[in-house]
């Protein structure tokens, strides 16, 4: 049988831990140094992402003061409006009690020529408040208190009397002269 036999000298394991220890250390600083790098590099991401949001928050928070101070000056403006839409329905509710509290003279007067006689003539009206005159003349006395009834038939009309009653001397063409007052409803 043959043996084999190792003539080469051996390098004792003191050398080769000498001659291994600065490659081993190299690469663990190595390692090291790049885990390092890698880790310094994912926290300055880190704080770049984190001022980017920081920013961005501070865009947002000045975009809502921004619009918290149109808001309030909306809500003044709206408190304003309110104000003067309150102002014009007041007037408005105003004006339209103008319209319920003014005599309608023109229903008056069409009235009173629906009721006179053909014989009747009128030469004036007066009107005060809530009641009024009229001053006119007639032909025929019989006219005048026809005229009464018919103007105490109306309901626009109360209180209605024939005041004054002249006949006029002479060859006049409307003998009778007349005031006839009354009241409103």
Excluded at 62 to 88: C, G, P
Aim: net charge positive.
């Amino acid at each position: 049988m043959l043996k084999r036999l190792n003539l080469v000298p051996q390098i004792p394991l003191a050398e080769k831990i000498k001659k291994k220890t600065p490659v081993i250390l190299g690469v663990f600083i190595a390692v090291i140094c790049v885990f390092l790098f890698s880790r310094i590099q994912y926290l300055n991401y880190q704080v770049k992402k984190n001022d980017s949001e920081i920013e961005s928050m501070l865009q947002r928070v000045a975009e809502s003061e921004k619009l918290q101070e149109r808001v309030s000056s909306l809500n003044s403006v709206n408190i304003s409006k309110k104000k003067e839409y309150t102002e014009i329905l007041n007037q408005v509710s105003g004006l339209e009690n103008m319209g319920l509290e003014k005599i309608s003279y023109s229903k008056i007067l069409s009235s009173i020529s629906s009721s006179l006689p053909q014989s009747v003539k009128c030469s004036r009206m007066s009107f005060m408040e809530k009641s009024g005159i009229i001053h006119g003349s007639a032909l025929r006395y019989k006219d005048l208190p026809l005229l009464v009834r018919t103007l105490k038939k109306d309901p626009l009309f109360r209180h209605i009397e024939l005041q004054d009653l002249d006949r006029v001397e002479g060859n006049a063409p409307e003998p009778f002269t007349f005031d006839i007052a009354f009241d409103l409803q």
